[in-house]
């Protein structure tokens, strides 16, 4: 052994490059503290391939020296997934430099890329083309495909499109022993074997590396047209988006859910954004119709739904834009909400996903318990509900300090996992387990499913150089 | 050893009772051959468990005495995967008498089945609660949905839902050690750790026994409209398709190529059919289109954009059903070209997938390298080509013995089966492998990627009790 053996780092050099392999302070931080800064941990040398080729490279002399590697994209997830532990034995694997669009194909519908690319520049070139890539999330400025896949991605247009899983058709992987899999296929249809495409994504960098995707591609939509929906409770909000999907089906392309609290913060922090209601309501809902037709035919289609909800007195008032250039002042609001959440101060972050029909359940019996326990705490409930998913984020009671109160967070955490747990629910929607909910997935999986976990990364990775400490 | 210990079947006929252990040869004779008759199997017995604890005894007891089993749905796969070899070491397991609709969440739009229902059960249950499970395929009305999720089934909705994986939220597996994992989850989100679930789905009963399901539903919508367009070549189509999913999105749910030999089959054995076109045309398009709005939407939709293709010169005709009633009418024709071929005469069947931009090459392609090895070979090729699916068959040229052709099914399937490797298509869309495509398998895929598939399998069946000689 092996990891401080300058032999290794020596291999690298000649692989990568002298510049490539960062091992001076100044140079390796960005690639050490996660993205909300909660943790920095240290790392034997940061590498950056700039070849799927050199990734291979770097990986086969990981296997020989028995050096774990941490596989990074944009360095943007929200559980410690792509940075190292504190012991500084691992290396950091940058995919950053790995960002071509390899192609596309309008025809087919796919887009072949580097796992490097940013989230944004595959929008692009897809947009370029005349499809749509849906993936679309908060990040998408910084993130990187590869790590969108790594940890299955959500975002806000999964109503519609499904999450990264459903949005990838085929994947090329560095296998942990170095080898290259291509499994670049660009087909809808393909039942032969086992599916190690879906087990590489998701898998967080704990089984290989993934360094390219054939990702699906839509037609662009003619217009999406918002709408924003007062009403009084969340049980109304689950009529209304049975009533939105049974009259739009497929055009349905957002359903997000934001209660009173929320837009109280949005308004505080962000005094320009729109008002759209002068009075008060409990919950709100943001509804994107999507028009392969016509704007006309969105906004006809969301106004003539929106009547009979209110008809049906499912909703209590409601706003709908005029327009394509109005739909984006009323996303605004739900953009804003973590910001404004940001501005307000500390708080305990939750990202749970539970059966739809439950939501409503969910949310006051989580809060009834939260209030028991921790009086006057405030609820910053809002999500994707079309998806089932909440971030049921708990801040401070007023004038309680932020540092009192985080001293709650397992705590609080146990309140709302044990919840979510209870209706069936998940512990992480779309942000993944990293080294943050470790121990949680452990409290929440069964035993065996665990060990069906723990013999596939056996099976794979026999050495454990991937990624350790993440997921299992 | 073993299999033929009597401890064996009397441990099972306690367990299952008598009459749940099927022994006589005209008892166990339906299990044993498959759909297409082609193959016949033995088995040591045929087990009808009735309910999932009794399923995990079953495998429990065949890990102990280590006798492999096979598990069976509906035994109407098309590739000799759910039936026996000819050693007569095997059981059957059949799932037919697991067959509940456990519960429908119509707000969450989910059903949860038992593997053994039938898919057509699982419609009507779907149905019922107002929703749509939109799964469909010739076997509908005997197929079981553990064999659909086993296969990854297709059919011909995929283009707008997705194979069967697509479709399958949660599932719930008896482990090869015979434990149940209980992965019944009705999520659309849930990141907390490796993808099991889609491990199990097309694994053809290699790796557990699907038990149970959580099946997505959709809302039904309100009118499917056909029309049949004639053209002059596959490349029209695939324009076809473009500007129909670009004027259309997601109201497109279907998209049937046809050749006008396939059509020429259907009138000659189905005279009583509609014969849409005076003259004939080298190829078909089925179109099928669903609004969520009313059938007065879909037929104003399909008729403008049927108008656009027609003005743009990528059809030359086409028929417009004017309601549901003559929506059906169309899909006869392609319902009935099977049932044609079956008339006509023996064939040699492909299931080939390609990225849709290839098809109009390999369809030609491989047609001229058909026709210099057999000169006058029938083609008879339709397919899902909206999801780069064909059914490539090839009949006997006018004259030819059935058997006589039919000796030449290796170098045929080598014809085609390459010639779809070659633009980065696939052998098996939506069959699977089973025991008929194993070797083919082994040609097509690469090692490392055979060496991982080995590997998952080893991990999770260590015995190698599970379906042996299937896939791998």
Same mark, same amino acid.
């Given at each position: 052994m092996s990891h401080s053996d300058p032999a290794f780092l020596a291999h690298c050099r000649a692989l990568l490059g002298q510049a490539h392999v960062l091992t001076d302070d100044a140079d390796t931080a960005p690639f050490l503290t996660d993205w909300r800064g909660r943790f920095t941990g240290r790392a034997l040398a940061v590498l950056?391939?700039?070849?799927?080729?050199?990734?291979?490279?770097?990986?086969?002399?990981?296997?020989?020296?028995?050096?774990?590697?941490?596989?990074q994209g944009g360095n943007t997830g929200l559980v410690l997934g792509s940075v190292p532990d504190d012991s500084g034995s691992a290396v950091v694997l940058s995919l950053a430099r790995l960002n071509r669009v390899r192609g596309v194909d309008a025809v087919n519908r796919t887009i072949t890329v580097d796992a490097g690319c940013i989230l944004q520049h595959v929008q692009e070139a897809a947009a370029q083309a005349g499809c749509l890539f849906p993936l679309s999330l908060a990040a998408e400025g910084s993130c990187t495909i590869g790590g969108n896949l790594s940890t299955n991605a959500g975002g806000t247009a999964v109503l519609r499109?499904?999450?990264?899983?459903?949005?990838?058709?085929?994947?090329?992987?560095?296998?942990?022993?170095?080898?290259?899999?291509?499994?670049?296929?660009?087909?809808?249809?393909?039942?032969?074997g086992y599916d190690l495409r879906d087990l590489f994504?998701?898998?967080?960098?704990?089984?290989?590396?993934?360094?390219?995707?054939?990702?699906?591609?839509? @037609?662009?939509?003619?217009?999406?047209?918002?709408? *924003?929906?007062?009403?009084? %409770?969340? =049980? /109304? #909000?689950?009529? !209304? &988006?049975?009533?939105?999907?049974?009259?739009?089906?497929?055009?349905?392309?957002?359903?997000?859910?934001?209660?009173?609290?929320?837009?109280?913060?949005?308004?505080?922090?962000?005094?320009?954004?729109?008002?759209?209601?002068?009075? @008060?309501?409990?919950?709100?809902?943001?509804?994107? *119709?999507?028009?392969?037709? %016509?704007? =006309? /035919? #969105?906004?006809? !289609? &969301?106004?003539?739904?929106?009547?009979?909800?209110?008809?049906?007195?499912?909703?209590?008032?409601?706003?709908?834009?005029?327009?394509?250039?109005?739909?984006?002042?009323?996303?605004?609001?739900?953009?804003?909400?973590?910001?404004?959440?940001?501005?307000?101060?500390?708080?305990?972050?939750?990202?749970?996903?539970?059966?739809?029909?439950?939501?409503?359940d969910f949310i006051a019996g989580t809060a009834a318990q939260l209030e028991r326990a921790f009086p006057g705490a405030q609820l910053v409930c809002f999500?994707?509900?079309?998806?089932?998913?909440?971030?049921?984020?708990?801040?401070?009671?007023?004038?309680?300090?932020?540092?009192?109160?985080?001293?709650?967070?397992?705590?609080?955490?146990?309140?709302?996992?044990?919840?979510?747990?209870?209706?069936?629910?998940?512990?992480?929607?779309?942000?993944?387990?990293?080294?943050l909910k470790r121990d949680e997935l452990a409290r929440y999986k069964s035993p065996l499913e665990l060990r069906l976990m723990r013999a596939v990364k056996t099976a794979l990775d026999p050495l454990g150089i991937m990624n350790p400490g993440k997921i299992l």
């Amino acid at each position: 052994m092996s990891h401080s053996d300058p032999a290794f780092l020596a291999h690298c050099r000649a692989l990568l490059g002298q510049a490539h392999v960062l091992t001076d302070d100044a140079d390796t931080a960005p690639f050490l503290t996660d993205w909300r800064g909660r943790f920095t941990g240290r790392a034997l040398a940061v590498l950056r391939p700039a070849s799927v080729e050199q990734v291979a490279g770097v990986v086969r002399a990981c296997a020989e020296w028995r050096v774990a590697l941490v596989p990074q994209g944009g360095n943007t997830g929200l559980v410690l997934g792509s940075v190292p532990d504190d012991s500084g034995s691992a290396v950091v694997l940058s995919l950053a430099r790995l960002n071509r669009v390899r192609g596309v194909d309008a025809v087919n519908r796919t887009i072949t890329v580097d796992a490097g690319c940013i989230l944004q520049h595959v929008q692009e070139a897809a947009a370029q083309a005349g499809c749509l890539f849906p993936l679309s999330l908060a990040a998408e400025g910084s993130c990187t495909i590869g790590g969108n896949l790594s940890t299955n991605a959500g975002g806000t247009a999964v109503l519609r499109y499904g999450n990264t899983r459903e949005l990838c058709l085929g994947l090329e992987v560095v296998t942990p022993q170095g080898e290259l899999w291509s499994g670049l296929r660009g087909l809808r249809k393909d039942n032969t074997g086992y599916d190690l495409r879906d087990l590489f994504i998701g898998a967080e960098g704990t089984l290989g590396v993934i360094t390219g995707a054939v990702l699906k591609l839509y @037609p662009q939509p003619k217009a999406c047209i918002t709408a *924003l929906a007062a009403l009084p %409770s969340p =049980a /109304h #909000a689950l009529r !209304l &988006l049975t009533l939105m999907q049974d009259r739009c089906g497929a055009s349905l392309t957002g359903f997000e859910l934001m209660s009173r609290y929320c837009l109280e913060l949005v308004a505080a922090h962000f005094p320009q954004l729109p008002k759209p209601f002068a009075a @008060p309501h409990a919950q709100y809902v943001l509804l994107e *119709l999507s028009s392969s037709q %016509s704007e =006309a /035919h #969105a906004v006809e !289609l &969301l106004e003539t739904s929106i009547g009979a909800a209110l008809e049906a007195d499912i909703i209590e008032d409601a706003v709908v834009a005029a327009s394509v250039a109005q739909s984006a002042g009323l996303w605004q609001l739900r953009e804003h909400i973590p910001l404004a959440q940001a501005a307000a101060g500390k708080n305990i972050k939750h990202d749970v996903s539970l059966p739809i029909s439950s939501l409503a359940d969910f949310i006051a019996g989580t809060a009834a318990q939260l209030e028991r326990a921790f009086p006057g705490a405030q609820l910053v409930c809002f999500g994707h509900l079309g998806d089932g998913n909440l971030h049921y984020n708990v801040a401070p009671p007023p004038g309680t300090p932020d540092r009192q109160f985080l001293a709650n967070q397992d705590a609080i955490n146990r309140i709302v996992h044990d919840s979510a747990d209870s209706y069936g629910g998940s512990i992480s929607a779309e942000h993944g387990i990293g080294a943050l909910k470790r121990d949680e997935l452990a409290r929440y999986k069964s035993p065996l499913e665990l060990r069906l976990m723990r013999a596939v990364k056996t099976a794979l990775d026999p050495l454990g150089i991937m990624n350790p400490g993440k997921i299992l």
